[in-house]
């Protein structure tokens, strides 16, 4: 309808495009490094300031460098990707100085790839060609995952070797929706960047024949629908951890330049906001997300179309909308990631989300603990609001709006959205009874709606796709993809993007390599301090919503510790436990007090003075604390100790009764003991003890005295020869 | 008018006018949900979870204090999981309280100690390490034990809310959480304005008036020999004193307080309200000589040592406004070691003069350097009524039998005006009785100006005119409306001529030292401050004096000591001047 707006998108695309086409990226070598809060501690920087040196020195104007956000490969950075012009991007790992040396000899001056040190390498040659099949585990595929099979038969009838095509498996592209018709299975082909749909199995040998032996495109079978994440699979797509991944709310993470405009909207950037504006329809936007069964991602899970729908309601016309930046759970950073990786993403989110509930204001909530997040999210608020995308008349279109950046102080209970109200009101920041819900009076009184910052990465992708796409990609309930952090026992750590329903098991052992160190899975956490413990027996359990809830965890914001047999249960709901008292705000009674007592009891439990009666007084406690606290993170608290005691009671009694941890990590509840047909005598635990407890002469076998043993475990770490036994 | 909405609580259906919380729904068909932080005049925080309920559609408790009553809900205020999860919710909260009830000063008053017994919490559970903290008795007024604190919130909420200072705040967090002024600094280098507000919202003794009770047992003690002890009561002592000892709210017991005192030892008793009229004479003058020569107008009423603090601290530009007269307290003790001393033939310094007062701010007044003789302070001792009352109980008198007397003279004869001071607009009414004498020559023919008899948290304003002059006036309880009343006038919007404000909500009959009134009332009810203050009205109407200028004890303080009002010997003896105290960190 409105012609301002469609003509303002048009030419800001026009101009972004012949910015980037006058790079000529295409025919030049790029270097892209990540520049994310965790790759400049990994040393980002000083590999990039390397690699400019080798290019000066080099005087070749054809190398680019290119700075990009955080894939989230968190273990194994920092990462830096090479792509030669008609070749597969290679990605290195664990990139130092002499590494960037080699790189620039051998790869981009010689032509050969490191195998050795490509991220994940599993063949020892680079192959020339790679082909995707896609397979979402929640789909009904032609012919299943056999037509892949089938491929790599055909292929190896044709003598044609791995290493020069490789064949692997991804997940869902989420085409499927998008080009229409009967399910089919599609492929992508690198590195020419091509998608296929295949049926049958005609058309892969149409794909051998053609596309392989002669090298050309099958244009019968190509789809010209492009996957919402092809740039990251593009560039990604040979690392198992990656391509297992359906990435929505990561699509450009780790792919743009996070203070680059011009590169945002090389990938449909403002596309979304363009189409929202230039329709004018608030409603439109609001049932777009509700059909989309977007659920919030910070937490709580609630339907974001039926919020924005109870803010758009309310007669007060005077609104705001928040960008929940808060993320305090230990060891979870995806809204941190999305944060400085793809801070345009969000912005533009936000600005549809102001746009469909009609506000004129909008906050980022980000904590100070951020300052690269912070910094990057300015930036880009100030860029758009240079380029006429945020402040008055936006795109030309008539509807004004404004963002401002508040900083947390730090509290975790900030993230609770009533507690972050007040703190930005500059209140402290508590929670406040609920309902008046925030929607109805928040901010100021005002009819408020708060999100997290990953519900706000998928807004504009739902925008472009429609909502109906974004559904079909999760489950009856819950529609779309969720960011987990995963960390703990696991091999490969980082953050994972998967359809909702998604098992607990294809993100631990397919995506995340499975347990390390061989060890077996005891349990899967999930979902923060105040989520609760999957036992291993309930892996194959879908990752949604109401399957956590119904196992005694939540979703929360998407934490997910890998918990192996080494790990003790009890010991662990004390950490977590231990968290929550911490960060207890101290308004209410039950969450002040109630997890105060709890943790009391769990450390009486974990030194071994431990009664049965506790285990009742856990039990009424965590009950209480659930039922009656003010707000979430009180009623949440109390999760793990419920889920653990729930799932691993014969752990707590075999700490109350026997005093006995199976695991051997209450340090009250062990022992160490020096097996006397092992140990030769070396002295090395003698020298390595602190306390001087271990006695006994060279070459004959020593003893610890139990008394004065503080039972530190050097003598453990330190013995050669195994000689010593943690009992 | 409004709406009604019909809901069931506990299986039984009931209509409510929509807005209506749960709490109050239940209440309407008999049942009272057990609570602690509520507080009906301060806002709605929901935060010890007492009063939680089960709500259909819930799986969690919502706190029906907080919590508005909707169309078809439907509340469970009794299930076997509520009852225990309050039980539990009291036993936490004592789990973190000191076992010191039997010698604690809310000893049978405390809050918490009588939910305790309501809930049935008969053993602990879950006790284990209790919060320490120090306690900050720095204040000349005001005492703060943040271990006895359960973080109900009321004193936050009464200091912000009701008094405009906002001086407190929870600190820290989680089980260390403490309520306190800012930085956790000492009491008394705070914002705080000492009206003791916080003291009589306090459900425990978390905060407290100073003892002064072991100065008066001192002086007491050896009367005769060294000091000749002199007791002078406040206005809005008789009004609530009896309440104490088993009376019904708003029975005057003056006659039945004098014998008392007497009992007790003390070699003269005085009465604060021959020093109201006194403070009324000076401050008539004071007005009519301001109205004569053009200001500054106007007149701001001085006898609230609560509300002083508050001008000097945070309307100190306004102090020019101030009366500069000295409050009714200071007055009267000045008084005693002067005028009383020489005609009793006593040296200043061996008497010793104990004030007792609805107020926890006097004990700051009294500290004050301006307030001394001689460099001793003319107050040696402000007990508030509530410390009088244990006292009482103390001596073993039974108070309820004890026959009237009348207090001692010269100091203890008082008109109707000088009774009324301790309602909030009775300064006023007093004022305008002698400004209109002034004025007009006469008496006015209705004595009672009910225009400016408020209730509590109003501001009230009218305009009387004498002898053709009109005098706007305005009064004001509670720092916050006295607030909203300055920053008028600041604005230039509002033009009057007299003002009077007392700190606490009510005035002094709703003071920071008055008894704690029964658990499940609570202070600034307005049933109880009306009750209190019809006492005090009942007062001046069954007198026949009921103008100050006609106290004969007045006139002949004037004939033979002061001379004139606002002459020299009134100016150096009955008033003071203020400075301002602008807390660190403000403006």
């Known amino acids: 309808m409105s012609l301002p707006v469609r003509d303002f998108y048009r030419s800001m695309a026009d101009r972004v495009g012949k910015n980037l086409a006058d790079q000529d990226l295409g025919n030049k070598i790029l270097v892209q490094v990540g520049s994310a809060t965790c790759e400049h501690a990994a040393g980002s920087q000083a590999v990039a300031e390397e690699f400019v040196r080798h290019i000066r020195a080099s005087g070749r104007k054809d190398i680019i460098i290119h700075r990009t956000g955080c894939t989230g490969r968190c273990s194994r950075e920092p990462i830096l990707g090479v792509q030669l012009p008609g070749q597969i991007p290679v990605k290195y790992e664990r990139v130092n100085r002499d590494l960037v040396h080699r790189i620039f000899i051998e790869h ?268 990057r999210i300015q930036h880009a608020i100030d860029t758009c609001r240079a380029n006429g995308l945020l402040g008055t008349d936006i795109m030309g279109s008539g509807f004004d709006f404004d963002l401002e950046i508040r900083l947390g102080a730090g509290a975790f209970v900030c993230g609770e959205e009533t507690a972050l109200i007040r703190s ?11 309902p008046p819900y925030p929607t109805d009076r928040g901010l100021w009184g005002h009819p408020t709606v708060i999100n997290n910052v990953e519900t706000f990465a998928n807004v504009s ?118 968290f929550s008292q911490e960060e207890s705000c101290g308004k209410c009674t039950p969450c002040r007090e109630g997890t105060t007592r709890i943790l009391e009891i769990l450390e009486r439990i974990t030194q071994g003075k431990g009664v049965l009666e506790d285990l009742d007084k856990l039990h009424r406690l965590s009950r209480l604390c659930q039922r009656t606290s003010l707000c979430g993170l009180g009623r949440a608290a109390p999760n793990p100790v419920l889920s653990s005691i729930k799932h691993f009671r014969a752990e707590y009694l075999a700490h109350i009764q026997d005093k006995h941890c199976p695991a051997k990590k209450c340090v009250a509840l062990i022992r160490y003991e020096i097996n006397a047909e092992k140990c030769i005598g070396c002295t090395i635990c003698d020298r390595n003890c602190p306390v001087e407890c271990i006695t006994g002469a060279r070459k004959e076998a020593h003893v610890i005295d139990q008394a004065a043993c503080i039972k530190c475990g050097n003598c453990f770490d330190v013995c050669k020869f195994a000689a010593i036994d943690r009992v | 008018m409004s709406q009604m909405i019909s809901l069931k609580i506990d299986g039984e259906s009931i209509l409510v006018p929509a807005g209506t919380t749960v709490m109050d729904a239940a209440e309407k068909i008999g049942i009272h949900i057990p609570r602690l932080c ?66 604690c000063d809310r000893d049978g008053n405390c809050e918490l100690q009588n939910l305790s017994y309501r809930m049935g919490v008969r053993e602990r559970l879950f006790e284990g390490k209790r919060k320490q903290f120090p306690i900050d008795d720095a204040s000349a007024s005001v005492v703060r034990n943040a271990e006895k604190c359960i973080l109900c919130g009321r004193c936050i909420r009464v200091c912000g809310e009701v008094q405009g200072v906002f001086n407190l705040s929870q600190h820290g967090r989680g089980f260390t959480t403490v309520v306190g002024p800012a930085n956790l600094g000492p009491m008394d280098e705070s914002a705080c304005i000492q009206c003791g507000q916080c003291v009589s919202v306090c459900p425990t003794a978390a905060f407290l008036e100073q003892d002064h009770t072991e100065r008066v047992w001192k002086a007491l003690g050896y009367r005769r020999t060294e000091k000749h002890v002199v007791v002078t009561t406040a206005p809005a002592i008789r009004a609530a004193l009896g309440e104490a000892f088993g009376l019904p709210v708003g029975t005057p017991v003056t006659g039945k307080m004098v014998t008392a005192l007497r009992r007790m030892g003390f070699d003269a008793i005085f009465d604060v309200n021959f020093s109201a009229d006194l403070t009324i004479m000076e401050e008539a003058h004071e007005l009519l000589k301001r109205l004569e020569g053009g200001g500054p107008l106007p007149l701001l009423t001085s006898c609230s040592p609560g509300w002083v603090s508050f001008l000097e601290k945070f309307y100190p530009e306004m102090i020019p406004h101030m009366s500069s007269c000295k409050s009714p307290m200071q007055m009267q003790s000045t008084l005693i070691k002067t005028y009383y001393a020489q005609q009793k033939g006593l040296d200043p310094k061996d008497v010793y003069v104990v004030s007792v007062m609805p107020c926890v701010a006097k004990k700051f007044e009294a500290a004050r350097p301006e307030h001394q003789l001689d460099g001793v302070p003319t107050t040696d001792a402000v007990i508030t009524t509530r410390e009088l009352a244990q006292m009482i109980k103390s001596y073993g008198i039974d108070f309820q039998k004890l026959p009237d007397s009348d207090f001692d003279h010269p100091l203890g004869t008082s008109s109707g005006a000088g009774d009324i001071f301790g309602a909030t607009g009775g300064v006023m009414e007093a004022a305008l009785r002698t400004a209109a004498f002034k004025l007009t ?53 509002k033009d009057y001529h007299l003002i009077e404000i007392m700190a606490c909500p009510g005035g002094c009959i709703c003071g920071g030292g008055q008894p704690y009134p029964p658990i499940g009332t609570y202070t600034m009810n307005r049933d109880l401050a009306k009750a209190r203050a019809n006492a005090l009205y009942s007062i001046d109407s069954g007198k026949t004096l009921r103008c100050s200028h006609d106290n004969p004890d007045i006139q002949k303080l004037y004939a033979d000591f002061l001379g004139e009002p606002l002459g020299p010997k009134a100016h150096e003896l009955l008033h003071t001047h203020y400075t301002a105290r602008t807390p660190r960190g403000i403006r």
């Not at chain 1, 977007?294 to 928040?322: M, P």
């Not at chain 1, 930005?424 to 609920?434: H, N, S």
């Not at chain 1, 349990?523 to 399957?547: N, R, W, Y």
Request: aromatic share 6%.
């Open chain 1, 108 to 375: 981009i001056q010689g032509g050969t790839p490191i195998m050795k040190h490509v991220l994940d390498h599993s063949t020892e040659v680079m192959p020339e060609r790679e082909f995707l099949f896609c397979e979402g585990s929640r789909c009904q595929r032609p012919g299943g995952e056999s037509l892949r099979d089938r491929f790599n038969a055909m292929l190896a009838a044709r003598g044609i070797e791995p290493h020069q095509v490789h064949v692997a498996a991804a997940s869902c592209f989420g085409v499927c929706s998008l080009a229409g018709g009967a399910p089919a299975t599609y492929v992508l082909a690198r590195p020419e960047k091509v998608l296929y749909r295949i049926t049958r199995e005609e058309d892969l040998a149409d794909l051998l024949a053609i596309h392989v032996a002669e090298g050309r495109v099958v244009e019968r079978l190509r789809v010209l629908e492009e996957p919402i994440a092809l740039e990251f699979l593009e560039r990604y797509g040979d690392v198992a951890f990656f391509n297992r991944q359906s990435r929505i709310a990561l699509r450009n993470a780790g792919v743009v330049d996070p203070d680059s405009l011009d590169e945002y909207v090389g990938f449909d950037g403002f596309k979304a906001l363009a189409a929202v504006l230039e329709r004018g329809e608030p409603e439109w936007v609001v049932n777009e997300m509700t059909k989309a069964r977007l659920r919030g991602r910070g937490g709580g899970g609630f339907l974001t179309g039926t919020k924005w729908g109870f803010a758009r309601k309310q007669a007060d016309t005077t609104r705001f909308i928040i960008c929940n930046g808060d993320e305090g759970d230990p060891g979870a950073f995806m809204d941190r990631s999305m944060l400085e990786s793809d801070p345009f993403n969000i912005v533009e989110g936000m600005i549809i989300g102001g746009f469909a509930i009609g506000a004129q204001k909008g906050f980022f909530y980000i904590r100070a603990e951020y300052p690269l997040a912070i910094r």
């Open chain 2, 441 to 493: 020559g006469k008496n006015l023919g209705n004595l009672e100006l009910t225009e400016v008899r408020g209730v509590t948290g109003e501001i009230r304003e009218t305009s009387v005119t004498l002898a053709g002059t009109t005098i706007n006036v305005a009064v004001a309880n509670g720092l916050q409306n006295a607030k909203v009343l300055l920053d008028a006038v600041k604005r230039g919007e």
């Open chain 1, 424 to 434: 930005i009101e500059g209140e402290r920041g508590q929670p406040k009874v609920r």
């Open chain 2, 38 to 103: 509520y507080h009906p005049d301060l806002s709605l925080e929901g935060n010890c979870r007492v009063c939680v309920v089960a709500v259909e559609g819930f799986d969690h408790g919502l706190a029906s204090c907080a919590t508005t009553a909707w169309e078809g809900m439907e509340v469970q205020t009794n299930s076997p999981m509520i009852r225990q999860a309050r039980r539990d919710i009291v036993e936490l909260l004592l789990d973190n309280h000191p076992k010191d009830c039997q010698t």
């Open chain 1, 461 to 578: 992708a739902i925008v472009r796709f429609s909502g109906d796409w974004y559904a079909r990609i999760g489950t009856e309930k819950s529609g779309g993809t969720k960011v987990f952090a995963l960390a703990g026992k696991v091999r490969h750590t980082g953050l994972v993007e998967v359809p909702l329903g998604t098992s607990l098991s294809r993100i631990v052992n397919d995506i995340g390599g499975g347990v390390s160190g061989g060890k077996q899975l005891k349990a899967i956490q999930t979902g923060g301090p105040a989520g609760g413990f999957i036992p291993a027996s309930m892996q194959d359990m879908e990752v949604d919503f109401e399957p956590l809830q119904k196992a005694g965890s939540i979703m929360g914001s998407g934490g997910m510790i890998v918990l192996s047999e080494d790990d003790c249960m009890v010991d662990i709901a004390k950490f977590y436990m231990a």
